[in-house]
């Protein structure tokens, strides 16, 4: 069965540090890959997907990259962390056949910057 | 994606029916409508989708009315385990990447 691994579950950092939050995909292969950003009582927004190694698409501009090294992995990177960029970070992924239809996420890793 | 419309919050007895409406007039004829739950300090969960057929699985049963404009999704026996944002979603099922764009969704409170 396909399995979704995201870490860590829970971080603080500075202002100013950088960031790096892995999710590994098992058990499919070629997934499409997301990464949603949930700020506090607000709702889901799409930051990045991926529909192959390399290949990253940006909903909004911001302070966050993200990579595709290996198939099922997903990286969100950033250089330096603002105050803003709090929040809670999903990974989830779905399959690039049609009649697969459903997204499954990680369990989120919550991400206080102070 | 075409827009949803959901109410803000409902609240539901344990052991009920909950009803939780959600209004696409605006659906094209390709369009699903998809339904997801949050429970709190969770990632979100797939529930159920449909075409215009009612489709009923393990978790839940939607309900599409016959222009396609607005559906229901039916917990059959709410606990409160099922308190959580319900989210209502429509979009094509199509290759590639099948962004999923979230609205506010509706928060159900289950209560003892």
């Known amino acids: 069965s396909q399995t979704i691994h995201q870490w860590p579950a829970t971080l603080v950092q500075p202002v100013g540090s950088p960031l790096s939050l892995e999710c590994t995909v098992e058990?499919?292969?070629?997934?499409?890959l997301y990464w949603y950003r949930q700020a506090a009582g607000r709702g889901l927004q799409l930051l990045f997907y991926?529909?192959?190694?390399?290949?990253i698409s940006s909903e909004v501009p911001q302070n966050l990259s993200a990579s595709r090294p290996q198939d099922r992995q997903f990286i969100l990177s950033s250089k330096k962390l603002l105050l803003s960029d709090s929040g809670f970070y999903l990974c989830?992924?779905?399959?690039?056949?049609?009649?697969?239809?459903?997204?499954?996420f990680g369990s989120g890793t919550r991400l206080t910057v102070v | 994606d075409a827009k949803t419309t959901q109410p803000t919050s409902m609240d539901c007895a344990e052991g009920r029916a909950a009803n939780l409406p959600c209004n696409h007039s605006?659906?094209?004829?390709?369009?699903?409508v998809y339904w997801y739950r949050q429970i709190h300090s969770q990632g979100p969960q797939y529930i159920i989708h449909?075409?215009?057929n009612n489709e009923t699985n393990e978790m839940a049963s939607l309900i599409i009315t016959e222009d396609r404009k607005s559906s229901t999704l039916i917990l059959p026996h709410a606990t409160l385990r099922d308190t959580a944002v319900y989210y209502c979603?429509?979009?094509?099922?199509?290759?590639?990447?099948?962004?999923?764009?979230f609205g506010q969704g509706t928060r159900l409170t289950i209560n003892p």
């Open positions: 605006t659906i094209s004829g390709n369009e699903y």
């Open positions: 979603i429509v979009r094509p099922l199509i290759q590639g990447a099948q962004k999923l764009v």
């Open positions: 989830a992924w779905s399959s690039i056949h049609v009649e697969n239809y459903g997204y499954t």
């Open positions: 449909g075409l215009k």
């Open positions: 991926s529909v192959g190694i390399g290949q």
């Open positions: 058990g499919t292969s070629n997934p499409n």
